[in-house]
């Protein structure tokens, strides 16, 4: 795929190796608190297919939820991923730390639920209170929030 990212101070760099997929703004209160904005738009590739090619070593990581933890550089703090239990075999990653974030555009809205009520974005995409229905791994149930 070709498309790189990473972090804020450079310490961090990574490539995609698959072209991401099922891209969305979360409004979740972690993704808030995460990211210090009122939302975060998410893609996934598989697994295997986000490489860090440099600083790996700087990479921490945090329980954020009952069913997931984030990634994010230990040097700056800039967020790079989130990893859930319900889905093992993706990892979504934070478009904004591509080097062309304007490549992949968002078609949903997730969490609307916690919408910061002085957010209003004016798109026209799907807006669901919590995950979407048949989000993938929850067989029609949603983890704990």
């Known amino acids: 795929m070709g498309l790189t ?6 310490a961090v760099r990574y490539e995609l190796q698959s ?10 209160r972690s993704c808030q608190l995460s990211s210090g904005s009122p939302a975060m738009v998410f893609a996934s590739v598989p697994n295997d297919d986000l490489i860090w090619t440099q600083g790996g070593d700087k ?3 945090v329980v954020s939820s009952s069913f997931g ?3 994010f550089c230990g040097e700056c703090g800039t ?12 990892v979504d990653f ?8 304007g490549t992949i555009a ?20 799907p807006r669901h209170d919590k995950f979407r229905p048949n989000t993938r791994g929850l067989e ?3 983890p704990p929030a």
């Open 19 to 28: 072209a991401p997929f099922d891209c969305g703004w979360c409004h979740c």
């Open 79 to 90: 967020p790079f991923l989130m990893k859930v239990d319900h889905q093992p075999e993706t």
């Open 59 to 61: 990479v921490r990581s």
């Open 5 to 10: 990212g990473g972090c804020m101070c450079g």
């Open 106 to 125: 968002p078609g949903y809205h997730i969490f609307w639920s916690a919408k910061l009520d002085w957010f209003n974005p004016s798109d026209a995409l």
């Open 140 to 142: 029609g149930t949603e």
């Open 69 to 71: 933890h984030r990634d």
């Open 94 to 101: 934070s478009v904004a730390t591509l080097d062309e974030p």
